[in-house]
Protein backbone atom coordinates (compact mmCIF):
# COMPACT_ATOMS: atom_id res chain seq x y z
CA UNK A 1 0.00 0.00 0.00
CA UNK A 2 1.25 3.26 -0.88
CA UNK A 3 0.56 6.74 -1.88
CA UNK A 4 2.05 8.96 -4.48
CA UNK A 5 1.61 12.64 -5.07
CA UNK A 6 3.02 15.26 -7.48
CA UNK A 7 2.15 19.01 -8.40
CA UNK A 8 3.28 20.41 -11.57
CA UNK A 9 5.73 23.73 -12.03
CA UNK A 10 2.80 26.47 -12.66
CA UNK A 11 0.93 25.00 -9.60
CA UNK A 12 4.02 25.77 -6.74
CA UNK A 13 4.97 29.28 -5.80
CA UNK A 14 8.53 28.85 -6.63
CA UNK A 15 8.11 27.13 -10.15
CA UNK A 16 9.24 23.80 -9.51
CA UNK A 17 7.57 20.21 -10.55
CA UNK A 18 6.98 18.74 -6.72
CA UNK A 19 6.36 14.67 -5.90
CA UNK A 20 6.37 12.69 -3.40
CA UNK A 21 5.30 9.74 -2.06
CA UNK A 22 5.16 6.93 1.00
CA UNK A 23 6.41 3.60 0.02
CA UNK A 24 4.13 1.01 2.30
CA UNK A 25 5.60 -2.45 3.12
CA UNK A 26 6.05 -5.19 5.65
CA UNK A 27 7.60 -4.21 9.04
CA UNK A 28 10.85 -5.92 8.72
CA UNK A 29 10.97 -5.22 4.78
CA UNK A 30 13.81 -2.02 5.25
CA UNK A 31 14.37 0.23 2.33
CA UNK A 32 17.37 0.48 0.89
CA UNK A 33 18.29 4.07 -0.45
CA UNK A 34 21.24 4.17 -3.00
CA UNK A 35 23.10 6.26 -5.50
CA UNK A 36 23.79 4.27 -9.09
CA UNK A 37 26.01 5.54 -11.29
CA UNK A 38 26.12 4.89 -15.01
CA UNK A 39 26.42 1.71 -16.08
CA UNK A 40 27.38 0.68 -19.90
CA UNK A 41 27.97 -2.01 -22.10
CA UNK A 42 24.83 -3.60 -22.22
CA UNK A 43 24.77 -7.64 -22.10
CA UNK A 44 22.09 -9.25 -19.72
CA UNK A 45 20.71 -7.86 -17.02
CA UNK A 46 19.48 -9.72 -14.16
CA UNK A 47 16.25 -8.05 -12.29
CA UNK A 48 14.29 -9.01 -9.17
CA UNK A 49 12.80 -12.41 -11.12
CA UNK A 50 13.88 -12.80 -14.60
CA UNK A 51 16.57 -11.70 -16.67
CA UNK A 52 16.49 -8.86 -20.07
CA UNK A 53 18.73 -7.55 -22.28
CA UNK A 54 20.65 -4.28 -21.19
CA UNK A 55 20.66 -0.89 -22.69
CA UNK A 56 24.12 0.21 -24.03
CA UNK A 57 24.03 3.13 -21.35
CA UNK A 58 21.94 4.18 -18.76
CA UNK A 59 21.50 6.94 -16.62
CA UNK A 60 22.97 7.48 -12.52
CA UNK A 61 19.51 6.68 -10.35
CA UNK A 62 18.79 7.58 -7.10
CA UNK A 63 16.36 4.32 -5.84
CA UNK A 64 15.12 3.43 -2.75
CA UNK A 65 14.41 -0.55 -2.88
CA UNK A 66 12.84 -3.08 -0.71
CA UNK A 67 16.25 -4.99 0.47
CA UNK A 68 15.58 -8.10 -1.15
CA UNK A 69 14.29 -6.27 -4.77
CA UNK A 70 16.11 -5.18 -7.72
CA UNK A 71 13.56 -2.60 -8.59
CA UNK A 72 12.37 0.14 -6.70
CA UNK A 73 9.62 1.85 -5.04
CA UNK A 74 10.60 5.10 -5.67
CA UNK A 75 13.44 7.30 -7.07
CA UNK A 76 15.05 9.74 -9.42
CA UNK A 77 17.53 9.99 -12.25
CA UNK A 78 20.42 12.88 -13.03
CA UNK A 79 17.61 14.66 -15.64
CA UNK A 80 15.34 15.18 -13.15
CA UNK A 81 12.83 12.07 -14.03
CA UNK A 82 10.80 10.76 -10.74
CA UNK A 83 8.68 7.67 -10.49
CA UNK A 84 6.88 6.15 -8.20
CA UNK A 85 4.72 3.11 -8.18
CA UNK A 86 1.28 1.96 -6.56
CA UNK A 87 -0.28 -1.82 -6.26
CA UNK A 88 -3.27 -1.59 -8.72
CA UNK A 89 -6.12 -4.37 -7.50
CA UNK A 90 -8.27 -5.26 -10.78
CA UNK A 91 -11.10 -7.61 -11.29
CA UNK A 92 -8.82 -9.31 -12.92
CA UNK A 93 -6.25 -11.55 -11.05
CA UNK A 94 -2.76 -10.35 -10.92
CA UNK A 95 -0.79 -13.25 -12.51
CA UNK A 96 1.99 -15.26 -10.14
CA UNK A 97 3.98 -16.17 -12.82
CA UNK A 98 7.17 -14.44 -12.44
CA UNK A 99 8.04 -11.92 -15.06
CA UNK A 100 8.66 -7.87 -14.17
CA UNK A 101 7.96 -6.18 -10.96
CA UNK A 102 6.09 -3.16 -10.80
CA UNK A 103 9.56 -1.83 -8.63
CA UNK A 104 11.54 -3.57 -11.35
CA UNK A 105 9.50 -1.11 -14.13
CA UNK A 106 10.23 2.01 -12.04
CA UNK A 107 13.75 1.49 -11.82
CA UNK A 108 13.96 0.04 -15.71
CA UNK A 109 12.12 3.84 -16.54
CA UNK A 110 14.66 5.86 -14.63
CA UNK A 111 17.51 4.30 -15.71
CA UNK A 112 16.73 4.21 -19.58
CA UNK A 113 14.72 7.58 -19.40
CA UNK A 114 15.81 10.79 -19.73
CA UNK A 115 12.35 12.24 -19.58
CA UNK A 116 8.93 11.73 -18.39
CA UNK A 117 8.08 10.81 -21.71
CA UNK A 118 11.09 8.43 -22.50
CA UNK A 119 10.12 6.67 -19.35
CA UNK A 120 6.62 6.62 -19.71
CA UNK A 121 7.67 4.57 -22.86
CA UNK A 122 10.32 2.30 -21.61
CA UNK A 123 7.64 1.32 -19.36
CA UNK A 124 5.18 0.27 -21.72
CA UNK A 125 7.75 -0.94 -23.48
CA UNK A 126 8.98 -3.46 -21.05
CA UNK A 127 5.15 -4.03 -19.89
CA UNK A 128 3.96 -5.30 -22.93
CA UNK A 129 7.09 -7.31 -24.01
CA UNK A 130 7.56 -9.48 -20.71
CA UNK A 131 4.53 -8.79 -18.81
CA UNK A 132 4.61 -8.26 -15.12
CA UNK A 133 3.59 -11.00 -12.27
CA UNK A 134 5.46 -12.44 -8.98
CA UNK A 135 5.20 -12.82 -5.80
CA UNK A 136 5.61 -9.00 -4.64
CA UNK A 137 5.43 -10.05 -0.56
CA UNK A 138 8.21 -10.20 1.78
CA UNK A 139 6.53 -12.75 4.39
CA UNK A 140 3.23 -12.62 2.85
CA UNK A 141 2.56 -13.19 -0.50
CA UNK A 142 1.27 -9.98 -2.26
CA UNK A 143 0.37 -10.48 -6.58
CA UNK A 144 -0.97 -7.48 -8.02
CA UNK A 145 -1.26 -4.70 -11.01
CA UNK A 146 0.52 -1.71 -10.89
CA UNK A 147 0.66 1.96 -11.41
CA UNK A 148 2.58 4.59 -12.11
CA UNK A 149 3.32 8.57 -11.38
CA UNK A 150 6.32 9.54 -13.99
CA UNK A 151 7.10 13.15 -13.76
CA UNK A 152 9.71 15.56 -14.82
CA UNK A 153 10.41 19.17 -14.41
CA UNK A 154 7.75 19.86 -17.13
CA UNK A 155 5.03 17.19 -17.05
CA UNK A 156 3.38 14.19 -15.36
CA UNK A 157 1.59 11.52 -16.31
CA UNK A 158 -0.33 8.60 -15.00
CA UNK A 159 0.63 5.13 -16.23
CA UNK A 160 -2.06 2.52 -14.97
CA UNK A 161 -1.78 -1.41 -16.15
CA UNK A 162 -3.11 -4.55 -16.13
CA UNK A 163 -1.04 -7.35 -17.07
CA UNK A 164 0.23 -6.17 -20.55
CA UNK A 165 -2.47 -3.50 -21.05
CA UNK A 166 -2.09 0.13 -19.74
CA UNK A 167 -4.39 3.26 -19.68
CA UNK A 168 -2.10 6.97 -19.14
CA UNK A 169 -3.33 10.28 -18.09
CA UNK A 170 -1.42 13.09 -18.79
CA UNK A 171 -1.75 15.05 -15.65
CA UNK A 172 -3.16 18.80 -16.20
CA UNK A 173 -2.09 20.78 -12.41
CA UNK A 174 -2.19 18.09 -9.19
CA UNK A 175 -2.36 14.86 -8.84
CA UNK A 176 -3.00 11.83 -6.29
CA UNK A 177 -2.40 8.31 -6.74
CA UNK A 178 -2.91 4.93 -4.25
CA UNK A 179 -4.00 1.48 -4.21
CA UNK A 180 -6.90 1.98 -6.63
CA UNK A 181 -7.45 2.46 -10.41
CA UNK A 182 -7.83 6.01 -11.42
CA UNK A 183 -8.75 7.08 -14.61
CA UNK A 184 -12.27 7.21 -15.82
CA UNK A 185 -12.56 8.47 -19.30
CA UNK A 186 -10.32 11.21 -19.55
CA UNK A 187 -7.46 9.10 -20.37
CA UNK A 188 -4.20 10.16 -22.71
CA UNK A 189 -3.76 6.78 -24.11
CA UNK A 190 -4.95 3.36 -23.77
CA UNK A 191 -4.01 0.32 -25.17
CA UNK A 192 -5.56 -1.75 -27.66
CA UNK A 193 -6.16 -4.23 -25.90
CA UNK A 194 -7.88 -2.59 -22.70
CA UNK A 195 -9.83 -0.26 -25.32
CA UNK A 196 -11.47 -3.23 -26.57
CA UNK A 197 -13.34 -3.85 -22.89
CA UNK A 198 -15.16 -0.69 -23.54
CA UNK A 199 -17.07 1.63 -26.10
CA UNK A 200 -15.68 4.83 -27.17
CA UNK A 201 -14.14 6.38 -24.06
CA UNK A 202 -15.55 4.43 -21.06
CA UNK A 203 -14.28 4.53 -17.58
CA UNK A 204 -11.54 2.42 -17.21
CA UNK A 205 -11.44 2.62 -13.47
CA UNK A 206 -15.06 1.69 -13.29
CA UNK A 207 -13.86 -1.42 -15.78
CA UNK A 208 -11.18 -3.08 -14.08
CA UNK A 209 -11.30 -1.94 -10.06
CA UNK A 210 -11.90 -5.25 -7.59
CA UNK A 211 -14.20 -3.04 -4.96
CA UNK A 212 -13.88 -5.62 -2.27
CA UNK A 213 -9.95 -5.11 -2.41
CA UNK A 214 -10.22 -1.77 -2.47
CA UNK A 215 -12.53 -1.89 0.80
CA UNK A 216 -9.65 -3.33 2.61
CA UNK A 217 -6.29 -1.01 0.85
CA UNK A 218 -9.11 2.46 0.91
CA UNK A 219 -7.28 2.68 -1.78
CA UNK A 220 -10.08 5.31 -3.35
CA UNK A 221 -10.42 6.80 0.05
CA UNK A 222 -7.07 7.28 0.62
CA UNK A 223 -6.46 8.51 -3.14
CA UNK A 224 -9.30 11.32 -2.18
CA UNK A 225 -7.56 12.55 0.74
CA UNK A 226 -4.73 13.28 -1.20
CA UNK A 227 -6.32 15.11 -3.64
CA UNK A 228 -7.57 17.26 -1.22
CA UNK A 229 -5.60 17.57 0.66
CA UNK A 230 -3.00 19.20 -3.00
CA UNK A 231 -5.94 20.70 -3.61
CA UNK A 232 -6.28 22.35 -0.04
CA UNK A 233 -2.69 23.53 -0.27
CA UNK A 234 -3.40 26.15 -2.74
CA UNK A 235 -0.69 28.64 -3.37
CA UNK A 236 1.07 27.13 -0.38
CA UNK A 237 1.98 24.02 -1.92
CA UNK A 238 5.78 23.74 -0.93
CA UNK A 239 8.62 20.90 -0.27
CA UNK A 240 7.51 20.85 3.51
CA UNK A 241 3.74 21.38 2.27
CA UNK A 242 4.27 17.77 0.74
CA UNK A 243 6.05 16.54 3.98
CA UNK A 244 3.03 17.59 5.80
CA UNK A 245 0.89 15.35 3.30
CA UNK A 246 3.02 12.29 3.89
CA UNK A 247 2.60 12.19 7.26
CA UNK A 248 -1.22 12.90 7.44
CA UNK A 249 -2.99 10.87 9.54
CA UNK A 250 -6.65 11.73 8.75
CA UNK A 251 -8.94 13.73 10.77
CA UNK A 252 -10.19 11.40 13.02
CA UNK A 253 -10.14 12.95 16.55
CA UNK A 254 -8.76 9.67 18.64
CA UNK A 255 -6.59 8.32 16.23
CA UNK A 256 -3.56 6.43 16.84
CA UNK A 257 -1.07 3.51 15.46
CA UNK A 258 -3.15 0.88 17.21
CA UNK A 259 -6.27 2.57 16.84
CA UNK A 260 -7.11 3.40 13.27
CA UNK A 261 -10.08 2.62 11.24
CA UNK A 262 -8.64 1.82 7.87
CA UNK A 263 -5.60 2.92 6.39
CA UNK A 264 -4.14 6.34 6.46
CA UNK A 265 -1.46 8.25 4.08
CA UNK A 266 1.23 7.86 7.05
CA UNK A 267 0.39 4.66 7.37
CA UNK A 268 1.53 2.13 10.83
CA UNK A 269 0.91 -1.58 10.64
CA UNK A 270 -0.96 -3.41 13.13
CA UNK A 271 -2.18 -7.00 13.78
CA UNK A 272 -4.51 -8.77 11.30
CA UNK A 273 -4.57 -7.80 7.99
CA UNK A 274 -2.57 -4.72 7.98
CA UNK A 275 0.65 -5.34 8.08
CA UNK A 276 2.10 -2.80 6.13
CA UNK A 277 3.88 0.38 7.19
CA UNK A 278 5.42 3.35 5.15
CA UNK A 279 9.16 2.31 5.29
CA UNK A 280 10.53 5.65 3.36
CA UNK A 281 9.18 8.51 2.24
CA UNK A 282 10.63 10.71 -0.70
CA UNK A 283 9.80 14.75 -1.61
CA UNK A 284 11.12 15.72 -4.77
CA UNK A 285 11.61 19.26 -5.74
CA UNK A 286 12.53 19.67 -9.79
CA UNK A 287 13.54 22.50 -11.11
CA UNK A 288 15.01 24.13 -14.65
CA UNK A 289 18.88 24.38 -12.88
CA UNK A 290 18.39 21.76 -9.52
CA UNK A 291 16.90 19.19 -8.27
CA UNK A 292 16.40 18.14 -4.43
CA UNK A 293 15.25 15.20 -3.26
CA UNK A 294 14.15 14.70 0.31
CA UNK A 295 14.79 11.73 1.95
CA UNK A 296 13.96 10.15 4.82
CA UNK A 297 15.57 6.70 4.69
CA UNK A 298 13.69 5.87 7.50
CA UNK A 299 10.00 4.40 8.64
CA UNK A 300 7.39 6.43 9.17
CA UNK A 301 7.56 9.70 8.09
CA UNK A 302 5.58 11.27 11.22
CA UNK A 303 8.74 9.92 13.47
CA UNK A 304 11.53 10.74 10.60
CA UNK A 305 13.29 13.68 9.32
CA UNK A 306 13.70 14.59 5.88
CA UNK A 307 17.10 15.40 5.00
CA UNK A 308 18.52 16.60 1.00
CA UNK A 309 20.02 14.17 -1.61
CA UNK A 310 21.79 15.92 -4.67
CA UNK A 311 23.01 14.27 -7.81
CA UNK A 312 26.12 16.95 -7.49
CA UNK A 313 26.82 16.00 -3.91
CA UNK A 314 27.13 12.40 -4.08
CA UNK A 315 25.78 9.38 -2.56
CA UNK A 316 23.61 9.80 0.88
CA UNK A 317 25.49 8.63 3.86
CA UNK A 318 23.11 6.01 5.18
CA UNK A 319 25.76 3.31 6.26
CA UNK A 320 25.56 -0.64 4.69
CA UNK A 321 22.35 -1.63 2.91
CA UNK A 322 19.86 -2.87 5.40
CA UNK A 323 18.51 -6.02 5.49
CA UNK A 324 15.26 -7.51 6.86
CA UNK A 325 17.47 -8.00 10.53
CA UNK A 326 18.48 -5.82 12.58
CA UNK A 327 22.06 -3.99 11.95
CA UNK A 328 23.23 -1.01 14.13
CA UNK A 329 25.35 0.34 11.13
CA UNK A 330 22.45 1.26 9.26
CA UNK A 331 20.71 4.28 9.49
CA UNK A 332 17.63 2.45 8.86
CA UNK A 333 17.50 0.41 11.53
CA UNK A 334 18.78 2.50 13.78
CA UNK A 335 15.65 4.91 13.28
CA UNK A 336 13.61 1.84 13.61
CA UNK A 337 14.17 1.20 17.19
CA UNK A 338 13.50 4.92 17.85
CA UNK A 339 10.57 4.92 15.56
CA UNK A 340 9.14 1.47 17.28
CA UNK A 341 9.87 3.01 20.80
CA UNK A 342 7.92 6.15 20.17
CA UNK A 343 4.62 3.66 19.04
CA UNK A 344 4.15 2.45 22.85
CA UNK A 345 2.76 6.39 23.44
CA UNK A 346 2.45 7.89 19.94
CA UNK A 347 1.19 11.24 21.06
CA UNK A 348 3.80 11.63 23.87
CA UNK A 349 6.63 10.90 21.26
CA UNK A 350 4.98 13.58 19.03
CA UNK A 351 4.63 15.72 21.10
CA UNK A 352 8.59 15.29 22.21
CA UNK A 353 9.77 15.83 18.76
CA UNK A 354 7.41 17.05 16.34
CA UNK A 355 8.40 20.64 17.00
CA UNK A 356 12.02 20.07 16.64
CA UNK A 357 11.32 17.90 13.81
CA UNK A 358 9.73 20.41 11.78
CA UNK A 359 12.34 23.38 12.53
CA UNK A 360 15.00 21.22 11.91
CA UNK A 361 13.43 20.78 8.46
CA UNK A 362 12.74 24.37 7.86
CA UNK A 363 16.88 25.16 8.55
CA UNK A 364 17.46 21.83 5.91
CA UNK A 365 15.39 23.98 3.28
CA UNK A 366 17.01 27.44 3.59
CA UNK A 367 20.22 25.51 3.88
CA UNK A 368 20.16 24.18 0.55
CA UNK A 369 18.05 27.30 -1.03
CA UNK A 370 21.28 29.11 -0.02
CA UNK A 371 24.24 27.26 -0.38
CA UNK A 372 27.19 27.49 -2.97
CA UNK A 373 28.77 24.36 -1.59
CA UNK A 374 26.33 21.58 -1.91
CA UNK A 375 28.09 19.17 -0.49
CA UNK A 376 28.89 20.69 3.14
CA UNK A 377 25.52 21.83 3.13
CA UNK A 378 24.24 18.04 2.73
CA UNK A 379 26.29 16.71 4.80
CA UNK A 380 25.77 19.55 7.59
CA UNK A 381 21.68 18.23 7.61
CA UNK A 382 22.79 14.93 7.60
CA UNK A 383 24.80 15.31 10.67
CA UNK A 384 22.10 17.53 12.33
CA UNK A 385 19.55 14.74 11.71
CA UNK A 386 21.51 12.15 13.42
CA UNK A 387 22.11 14.00 16.28
CA UNK A 388 18.64 14.65 16.50
CA UNK A 389 17.48 11.34 16.85
CA UNK A 390 20.06 10.75 19.24
CA UNK A 391 18.44 13.49 21.27
CA UNK A 392 15.08 11.71 21.06
CA UNK A 393 16.40 8.16 21.95
CA UNK A 394 17.40 10.14 25.48
CA UNK A 395 14.18 12.29 26.36
CA UNK A 396 12.29 9.06 25.98
CA UNK A 397 10.50 7.94 29.05
CA UNK A 398 10.45 3.97 29.01
CA UNK A 399 7.24 3.11 27.94
CA UNK A 400 5.36 -0.85 28.86
CA UNK A 401 3.88 -1.79 25.48
CA UNK A 402 1.24 -3.83 27.21
CA UNK A 403 -0.43 -7.02 26.55
CA UNK A 404 -2.69 -6.46 23.57
CA UNK A 405 -2.89 -7.90 20.28
CA UNK A 406 -1.00 -4.88 18.68
CA UNK A 407 1.60 -5.21 20.82
CA UNK A 408 1.75 -8.47 20.21
CA UNK A 409 1.68 -8.43 16.83
CA UNK A 410 5.01 -5.77 17.15
CA UNK A 411 7.02 -8.02 19.93
CA UNK A 412 6.33 -10.96 16.87
CA UNK A 413 7.67 -8.95 14.35
CA UNK A 414 10.89 -7.55 16.35
CA UNK A 415 11.61 -11.24 17.63
CA UNK A 416 11.84 -12.02 14.08
CA UNK A 417 13.79 -9.08 12.86
CA UNK A 418 16.41 -9.46 16.21
CA UNK A 419 15.88 -6.34 17.44
CA UNK A 420 17.26 -5.48 20.67
CA UNK A 421 15.32 -5.48 23.70
CA UNK A 422 17.46 -2.59 25.84
CA UNK A 423 16.89 0.74 25.87
CA UNK A 424 17.60 3.07 22.91
CA UNK A 425 18.78 5.75 25.08
Avoid at 194 to 217: C, E, M, Y
Wanted: hydrophobic share 45%.
Amino acid sequence: MCDTLVALAPETPRGKLLFAKNSDRERNEAQVLEMHPRRTGGGDLKLTYITIPDVAQTQTVLISRPCWMWGAEMGANEHGVVIGNEALHARVPAQRKRALTGMDLVRLGLERGASAGEALAVIIGLLEQHGQGGDCGHLGRFYYHNGFIIADRAEAYVLETVGRDWVVEKVAGRRSLSNAYSIGADWSAISPGLAAQGAGRFDVAAQLIDAARDAISFGRGRCARGQALLDGAGAALTPGAMMAILRDHGETADWSPANTVGRTICMHAAQGPRRSQSVASMVSEVGSERAVHWVTATSAPCTSLFKPVLFEAGPPPVGPAPTDTYDSESLWWRHERLHRALLADHAAGMALIADERDALEAGFRARIDAADDLSAAVAHCWREAAQAEVRWAAALKPARSGGSAYARSWARLNRVAALPRQPIG
